[in-house]
């Protein structure tokens, strides 16, 4: 009866956690930005620069009812970092609004108090938007946060003290302060990450032996013993490092292998129940990994004959929903906005009293099954004693019948 029980029980639980399902919000043949004019755009489409067939999202953040989106850098994009609405009335989709503002960009070349290059974004626990910028040849690279609940309020947080192309951040909110670990690499294979220090307002880098670093993610902030999560852009070996030495201050790590992607990762995302996801070069799928089981990829989505380098980019919101685009460097559409309630939210996201919710439906659940079970015993004894009572009137009955013979075997003819 036990397995029976606990059959029923796992496959409702099972249930819970099937497949997510995505629904597609927006579908561009072409994207365009939010121009100040008619007047404007036809002059940058003039003088070269805006290119509107060369708009390519990389990484993407979404925060209450706005998704933000870095761009390629390419020739004819006039800003690296872009938000839109997550829902819209319109049949068209929406443009992207250049942000937190066209001036923080456009009229920012070779100035570096503006945003050059929008790379790696992620929101932090309060609504802030942390932005990695490359920079340029000419600016060092930088960190910036936007108060998204606070009339988007910009502050330069940190210039790093080298230049070049940055490609993704995970913020670490723990009781020892705020950090963010970046990591940097394009054509070039990197043996080390950087820190930045929000409390100590300064930057270090790790160094990480033979390990080249490029795609990063982060284990859930309730997770005691935090880990951070490390792959190659060269490799397909994914790599953790320990947290508790990096805020400490170490210089030098020695990541530990986890386990071998089907293919080289270059985005990688934890949620807050420890599901890691991953996007890989030229490939039309996204995988994902419970990591409190052994290393084991499973199919998240894949899409129709996909074309790309960089199909996916994708993030979670506070909500519990998964937002994904799917771009194509060749085809129209050229990219569309996926999303799917998969329940679980940032890795940054923790709040005790959700979690006691949990455990109180779990109590419940357990609850539940326990008064089945009992009544399922109760069931199955009475129907025995049934049984048994029958089982004993046929004996007696039989044995009557057994007295009978005798007596009337006993009985003179
Ligand atoms: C190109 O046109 C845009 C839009 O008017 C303007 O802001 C920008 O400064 C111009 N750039 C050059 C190099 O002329
Ligand atoms: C952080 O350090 C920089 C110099 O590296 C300095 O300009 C800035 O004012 C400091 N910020 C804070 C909040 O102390
Ligand atoms: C942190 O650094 C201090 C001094 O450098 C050392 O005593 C301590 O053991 C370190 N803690 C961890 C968790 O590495
Ligand atoms: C971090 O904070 C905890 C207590 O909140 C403390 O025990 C620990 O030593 C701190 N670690 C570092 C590296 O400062
Ligand atoms: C991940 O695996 C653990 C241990 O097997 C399980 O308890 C948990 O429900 C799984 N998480 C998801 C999201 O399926
Ligand atoms: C995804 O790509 C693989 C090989 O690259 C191919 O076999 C498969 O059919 C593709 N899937 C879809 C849905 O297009």
Redo the contacts with the bound molecule.
Sequence with gaps: MCPFVCAIFLLCLSSLSTAAKFTQVYKWSEMDFEWPSEATRTQAMENGTYNPKKIYPRYMAVYGTRIFLSLEKLAGIPATLVSLPTSSASYAPPKLTPFPSWDLHLHGKGDCEKIQEARGLEVDSVGRLWVLDSGSDKCNSKLWTIDLNNKDQTKLMHRFSLRGLMHDLVLDESTNGTFAYSTRGGAWSEYKFNIFSKDKNESWTVETQEVEIFSIAMSPKKEQSGKLYVSSLNWKELFSISIAALRNGTRAENPKPIGHWTEKPYRMLMDNRGTMYAAFRWQ??TTSWNSSQIFQEQTFY?????DSEWPFTFALDENGIFWMTACDEEKKPICRLFKAAVGAKSYLYWDPAEESILSTRLHNILIVSVIFIILISLVFIAFWILQTKKWNDDLSENINDTHHMKILKSCPN
Excluded: C, G, I, R
């Design positions: 039309n799928h894949e899409v129709v004959e996909l």
